[in-house]
């Protein structure tokens, strides 16, 4: 059974910076995406950045140039560095693993506040 524990949100003021961390243990295919996504009260789940096992990245167009994501493929972790951080930022921030072979199966975590004071 695959989990994923996040850990590293809370609370920043704006122009700060905050780490998250996303640990899975289980078994997950090692050609696969892990990823960050973020949902803020009214508003639909974004992707914020994800990192492929070959560590091609992907930023969502709102935090380019701010945030950086990386992994460990040994320890199963995926990492968020949070730079610059603006109000805008404050979500719900969720972790997520996609195997990229068939049948393509997918986990999240169960989500950490990130709330940013301006």
């Known amino acids: 059974q695959v989990q994923l524990v996040e850990s590293g949100g809370g609370l920043a003021q704006a122009g700060g910076s905050l780490r998250l961390s996303c640990a899975a243990s289980?078994?997950?295919?090692?050609?696969?995406?892990m990823g960050w996504y973020r949902q803020a009260p009214g508003k639909e789940r974004e992707l914020v950045a994800n990192i492929h096992s070959g560590d091609r990245t992907n930023y969502g167009d709102s935090v380019k140039g701010r945030f950086s994501i990386s992994r460990d493929n040994a320890k199963k972790t995926v990492y968020l560095q949070m730079n610059s951080l603006k109000s805008e930022d404050t979500a719900v921030y969720y972790c997520?693993?996609?195997?990229?072979?068939?049948?393509?199966?997918?986990?999240w975590g169960q989500g950490t506040q990130v709330t940013v004071s301006s």
């Open positions: 997520n693993v996609l195997e990229l072979l068939p049948p393509g199966r997918s986990w």
């Open positions: 289980g078994n997950i295919f090692s050609i696969n995406v």
